[in-house]
């Protein structure tokens, strides 16, 4: 299941493929948070950009935990 979730993660096996997923997910967080935190700033509806902000930055901290976890071999 974790393979559906999370694809970026499933290629580190070696050390590249870790470097790589890390970097995947920090600069697709950012660039979200980035934009989404320009968004938030709109009076009625920037709350709902902070919450998708929150949820994509979750997203992005649990897709670098699992591509550890693969990379360590206790997730396959």
Do not use: Q
């Amino acid at each position: 299941m974790t393979d559906k979730l999370f694809p970026v993660s499933m290629r580190a096996r070696d050390v590249v493929g870790l470097v790589v997923s890390i970097l995947v997910y920090l600069i697709i967080g950012g660039a979200v948070t980035t934009v989404l935190g320009w968004l938030s700033h709109l009076l009625l509806i920037g709350w709902i950009f902070r919450v998708v902000s929150g949820i994509v930055g979750l997203y992005c901290f649990c897709g670098i935990i699992v591509a550890v976890l693969v990379y360590l071999k206790i997730v396959r």
